[in-house]
């Protein structure tokens, strides 16, 4: 059974950068045939796919947020991770990681097999 835990701040302040990271287990995230995806919901709105880091370690982002974001991963720890840089009372959001089986198209996924419970992140002087 594959797991994922998002682990990072709670909050933060305007312009500041947020990391967070997604510890796996019960699988790998150089195991060829899965993506591993960062995703996120503000409140009251719908899913907003963030980005994609390969088995291989290739990356890809949702076009509205690449200037910002950068996603990258520690295959010893078996973790990848999302920096998100300055960040705006609008990045407030419940932050997924997610796997998804098979490549995940560089338009965006959402129909991942395996969730993360969702880290709550909010951005507020």
């Known amino acids: 059974q594959v797991q994922l835990q998002e682990s990072g701040p709670g909050l933060l302040k305007p312009s500041q950068t947020l990391i967070l990271t997604c510890t796996v287990s019960g699988g790998s995230i150089t195991t060829s045939g899965y993506d591993w995806i960062w995703i996120r919901q503000p409140p009251g709105k719908g899913m907003e796919w963030m980005g994609v880091?390969?088995?291989?370690?290739?990356?890809n982002y949702s076009p509205s947020l690449k200037s910002r974001t950068s996603i990258s991963r520690d295959t010893s720890r078996n973790h990848f991770s999302l920096q998100l840089t300055s960040v705006t009372p609008e990045d407030t959001a419940v932050y997924y990681c997610?796997?998804?089986?098979?490549?995940?198209?560089?338009?965006?996924?959402?129909?991942?097999?395996?969730w993360g419970k969702g880290t709550l992140v909010t951005v507020s002087s």
């Open positions: 997610a796997r998804h089986k098979g490549y995940c198209p560089t338009t965006g996924c959402f129909d991942m097999d395996y």
């Open positions: 880091i390969r088995y291989d370690g290739n990356t």
